[in-house]
Every structure is written in structure tokens, then in C-alpha cells.
């Protein structure tokens, strides 16, 4: 007797294709939304710690000049901060009222 041979090309079938592409979706749906929440935390202690450099330098500033109401010309013409540094601290929203910073 001779063995019958299977003439099926090796592969994957439709249901196996199926089943792995909805398992990667599940994954997906878990993974993306804490990726999300991830960058909001790392826009906000980036945001942070800019405030932190800019009160930093302004402190500098005044105790070199001795003057008490400081803006970011000041601090970009004297080099205390450059011009990408002042752009994105404006961008961010932070604000130098006197020699205090805010958000």
C-alpha cells in the first residue's frame, strides 16, 4: 500500500491569521494609551524643569545686574539663555514677571 500524500502547501490558514492579528490588536489597545499618559507626564516635567533653569538664570542675572525686572531679551543678550532656550520657554507659556517665573 502505498502512503497518500498530502498535496496542501505549508502556510498559514485564514482563522490562524486572524486569531494572531486580533491578538496584536489587543495588545495595541493596551500599550497605547499608556504611551499617551507617558508623554503628557514627560511634557509637564519638561515644562518643570524649564521654569526651574529660567528662575535659575534670572536669579543670576539680577544678582550680576542688579536689576529687579528682567524679560527674555535680557537674558538672550547678556547669554544667560539662548535664543532656542527663550522660544520654547515662550512656547511652553512661561511667564518672567520682575524676577519671578511662572507657568
Known amino acids: 500500500m502505498k502512503k497518500i500524500l498530502s ?3 505549508p502556510g498559514f490558514t485564514l482563522i ?3 486569531i494572531v492579528l486580533f491578538i496584536i490588536s489587543l495588545l ?3 500599550v497605547l494609551p499608556n504611551l499617551n499618559s507617558q508623554r ?6 519638561q ?3 524649564m521654569v526651574s ?6 536669579n543670576l542675572y539680577e544678582n550680576d545686574t542688579d536689576d529687579s525686572d528682567v524679560t527674555y531679551a535680557d537674558l538672550v543678550s547678556n547669554k544667560y539663555l ?3 532656550q527663550a522660544k520654547k520657554a515662550q512656547d511652553i507659556g512661561i511667564k518672567i514677571s520682575g524676577t519671578d517665573v511662572s507657568k
Not at 503628557?40 to 516635567?45: D, G, L, R, V, Y
Not at 533653569?53 to 534670572?58: E, G, H, R, S
Open 7 to 9: 498535496k496542501r502547501k
Open 16 to 18: 490562524e491569521m486572524a
Open 28 to 30: 495595541m489597545m493596551l
Open 40 to 45: 503628557q507626564k514627560a511634557a509637564s516635567t
Open 47 to 49: 515644562s518643570d524643569a
Open 53 to 58: 533653569t529660567i528662575q535659575t538664570q534670572v
Open 82 to 84: 539662548t535664543d532656542k
